[in-house]
């Protein structure tokens, strides 16, 4: 069984730095994609990055050049650099695997879920 388990939300200040990460196991397949979500109270879930099996990478507008997605393929974890937060990030991030290897940031292309890790930045 697929699980992903996803860490290291908390809280930071305006224009601070977090790293969150994923861990997968339980996975059958090599192939698939795998990325970041959040949904901020009150919002629908919104796709934050994705990155393929080619590696190309997809962001969404809002975090282009403050959010790094990355993945270290030989542990199993997903991970994604967080940079200049804004108090709009603050958010429950989700990390998801597609197993169609898409690069869309739609999140019902996604089969498996994590239990999210709580981010919250203050002004």
């Known amino acids: 069984q697929v699980q992903l388990v996803e860490s290291g939300g908390g809280s930071v200040q305006t224009g601070g730095s977090l790293r969150l990460s994923c861990v997968a196991s339980?996975?059958?397949?090599?192939?698939?994609?795998w990325g970041w979500f959040r949904r901020a109270p009150g919002k629908e879930r919104e796709g934050v990055a994705v990155?393929?099996?080619?590696?190309?990478?997809s962001y969404a507008e809002s975090v282009k050049g403050r959010f790094t997605i990355s993945e270290d393929s030989a542990v199993s974890t997903l991970y994604l650099q967080m940079s200049n937060v804004k108090p709009e990030d603050t958010a429950m991030y989700y990390c998801?695997?597609?197993?169609?290897?898409?690069?869309?940031?739609?999140?019902?292309?996604?089969?498996?879920w994590g239990q999210g890790t709580q981010v919250t930045v203050s002004s």
């Open positions: 990155v393929d099996r080619a590696g190309s990478t």
């Open positions: 339980g996975l059958t397949y090599i192939r698939y994609s």
């Open positions: 998801a695997i597609d197993r169609d290897e898409g690069s869309s940031l739609q999140w019902w292309f996604f089969d498996y």
